[in-house]
């Protein structure tokens, strides 16, 4: 790795660490009096699991290819804790929630979630066993969209939350959906991905918003924090970009003003 | 004892994240070594993973097929399928595998890849249907824009302008944005979990 992108790799941690943690303290001792700004697709998601209950259907939670070891561990991870979320809520009615991956390593991390989502109500009878499932895809992931179009009839799907990567793909899923006039919400971290979960679901999620769930669907403070953190971090982000365009500009627009005033 | 083996495997997860994050980061000295065994025991797992889902694959579906559960039979053709390329790729017959593979499955994703786009086209059309907010009428127009400027027309030459600053301005700025979000969203959640505030940790 080059020295300078160390250098900077490093100070980006320190910065993003130093802020998480006071972001932490903060969120534990003053929650109450930090708003969260609305989200609608995290509002939609208490409506969508209570209509499951209602009407005893399972509700399709998808991480698409997101799987662990690789650059998507982490998304796997934020998909991770919206699947507890939404199994937490899902719990109290009588059908689990369905989680689908086409990564074999999410396989684990959605069992020991699904299973920690219902001992947190007690209810660790009525789980299925066959509530997380791997459909192994192909080079483009359209078998995997293949499976989630037919598993949406054969399961009686309630509603689908497709979060995670996913490209192109997505279409023919959120497509499928809406012919059958299921709710859905989708979001990915590929840009195709989320063009058309942004075009062809009822509610998206866009850029970093996908990383935050734990703090607007659950009551923890640390998850809390880590959202502060992030608002710290992109208009910190933001404010760096301005500076560096003005520096940038700074000279040429000196320039044109005193052409323009007859100076040059 | 349940809450010991918590804490135990809880400062293993955080001090090999520690190692591996200074091993990748000076890229040099005993830190690179450990880190560099650390990924391939990860990837050593990982590949372990596939086992579990082949198992995954044929509990889900023997299930379904023993309970007769609404598409039943397409299970059977499933675990038909998986099992004739199982038992193909121990006999070594790579070639018939091959041929499976490029002439039923390659051929059936083609075929939904070119349904891809009617999906994408009814959606915009669906998008302008359902909400016609101010949002998804500069969609429409730019995807108009962005279809007629592609288009081999010499006449649409201001519309082949408008679409290349189009790409090469708003479009990458903002696909930008999404991507630094990401990003630091990711520094966080990757932070969090190496200072162990992740769900997991603490249940």
Redesign the interface.
Known sequence: ?DSTI?VL??V??VF??AI??LA?QVARRRRDSIPLRVVPAYEAIPILVGAAIEADRPVMVSFGSA????SST??A??S??LF?QVARRAAIGVTSPVLTVSD??A??LGY??LR?AY??RGRIERLR??S???Y?S???S??F??ALM?MM????IAGGILFGSYG??L??V??AS?RRRLPSIAAS?Q?EG?A?AW??AEQSL???E???A?AYLGD?A?QFG?TI??DT??WA?ILALITASVLVLQQPVIEAINQFLGGG | MARLLSLLTSVLAIGIGIVTLIGLLSGVGIFAGTTNLFLQLTMITVAVTILIGILNLFGVHTRRILKRQRGWVYSIVLLASALVVIILRLLGADDANMALLEGVQVSIESAFAGLLLFALVYGAYRLMRQRVTWTGTLFTLVLIIILLGALPFAEAGAVVQVRAWLLAVPVSAGARGILLGIALATVVTGIRVLIGQERSYRE
């Not at chain 1, 799987?67 to 690789?70: D, E, M, R, T, Y």
């Open positions: 790795m160390q790799t490093t980006i941690i993003a660490l998480t943690v932490t799987g662990l070891g690789g982490l998304l991870l934020a991770a804790e507890y074999p390593s396989l684990p020991g979630t920690r001992e947190s066993e066959n997380v499932r791997w192994p192909g080079p483009r359209l078998a969209a293949a037919t009839g054969d399961d009686r192109v793909e279409a023919l959120l497509d809406a971290d840009l989320q058309v075009v062809l866009i850029g970093e996908m990383f935050v734990g923890s640390t880590s953190a992030l971090l992109r982000l």
